[in-house]
């Protein structure tokens, strides 16, 4: 017996933004299974047909579960924290592999090829911050937008007309496009259409009504609509 709703409160469990140590966990073996992976594999392609160093060996076998697991890990935490861009996980694995293949080159004896092969890890991890720059830029620059709209614009009922998907069967969510219609002010009717992650203990049904916001002066603009049912279910948490 509790004193507190448990399916309330697994819900926002659910929904709670992960903590910081998350966060730096995830992002440090993101670095780490870089960082091993571009020291390991160097070697096994430097020593074609001979066992590479004990340390080496090491790196290689556990570059690629750190990797995985931690890719696993960072997704699930960015995709609960739409400030953390997933390209940030990505950014700091290239990152290590680049450190990871320098540590290789400076040793005596090394190719010069493994410099280039470092730069090119480094230019990947640049790209996928720059991409991650850009992704958190435009957010802000979406949330802004629809504030703004919900704010100043005309708040109205909207209707689902195609809730996207049959049923549920193995997996108890759903990425799915779901289908609104409203009429503007001057009695147009109007679809727009929003991407919903739709779980089974709330599924979204035909003909289920929500409030939906948009510009009165450019009705026709789908940027400037605001559909709350969509906000109540985003693809990332806020």
Same mark, same amino acid.
């Given at each position: 017996?509790?004193?507190?709703?448990?399916?309330?409160?697994?819900?926002?469990?659910?929904? @709670?933004?992960?903590?910081?140590?998350?966060?730096?966990?995830?992002?440090?073996?993101?670095?780490?299974?870089?960082?091993?992976?571009?020291?390991?594999?160097?070697?096994?392609?430097?020593?074609?047909?001979? @066992?590479?160093?004990?340390?080496?060996?090491?790196?290689?076998?556990?570059?690629?579960?750190?990797?995985?697991?931690?890719?696993?890990?960072?997704?699930?935490?960015?995709?609960?924290?739409?400030?953390?861009?997933?390209?940030?996980?990505?950014?700091?694995?290239?990152?290590?592999?680049?450190?990871?293949?320098?540590?290789?080159?400076?040793?005596?004896?090394?190719?010069?090829?493994?410099?280039?092969?470092?730069?090119?890890?480094?230019?990947?991890?640049?790209?996928?911050?720059?991409?991650?720059?850009?992704?958190?830029?435009?957010?802000?620059?979406?949330?802004?937008?629809?504030?703004?709209?919900?704010?100043?614009?005309?708040?109205?009922?909207?209707?689902?007309?195609?809730?996207?998907?049959?049923?549920?069967?193995?997996?108890?969510?759903?990425?799915?496009?779901?289908?609104?219609?409203?009429?503007?002010?001057?009695?147009?009717?109007?679809?727009?259409?929003?991407?919903?992650?739709?779980?089974?203990?709330?599924?979204?049904?035909?003909?289920? @009504?929500?409030?939906?916001?948009?510009?009165?002066?450019?009705?026709?603009?789908?940027?400037?609509?605001?559909?709350?049912?969509?906000?109540?279910?985003?693809?990332?948490?806020?």
């Amino acid at each position: 017996m509790s004193t507190v709703d448990p399916i309330a409160l697994r819900k926002l469990r659910a929904n @709670e933004r992960p903590g910081p140590v998350s966060v730096v966990l995830a992002l440090a073996f993101q670095f780490i299974g870089g960082f091993a992976a571009g020291y390991g594999w160097p070697h096994l392609a430097l020593f074609d047909g001979v @066992e590479p160093p004990a340390l080496a060996l090491i790196a290689i076998i556990s570059s690629i579960p750190v990797l995985v697991l931690s890719s696993i890990a960072w997704t699930a935490v960015a995709m609960k924290h739409s400030k953390l861009g997933l390209a940030l996980g990505g950014t700091l694995a290239w990152l290590g592999a680049s450190l990871g293949v320098a540590a290789v080159a400076v040793q005596p004896g090394m190719t010069p090829m493994l410099t280039w092969v470092g730069a090119g890890c480094l230019a990947i991890s640049l790209f996928l911050g720059i991409l991650g720059i850009i992704g958190a830029r435009t957010r802000r620059a979406i949330a802004h937008r629809e504030a703004t709209v919900m704010s100043t614009g005309t708040m109205t009922s909207a209707r689902v007309t195609d809730k996207g998907y049959l049923s549920f069967s193995d997996s108890a969510k759903i990425l799915t496009t779901v289908t609104f219609t409203f009429h503007d002010s001057m009695g147009t009717q109007r679809w727009v259409q929003r991407p919903l992650l739709i779980t089974a203990a709330e599924p979204v049904l035909d003909g289920q @009504e929500t409030t939906l916001w948009y510009d009165p002066l450019d009705p026709g603009n789908d940027k400037k609509i605001v559909v709350k049912l969509a906000k109540d279910m985003p693809l990332r948490r806020p």
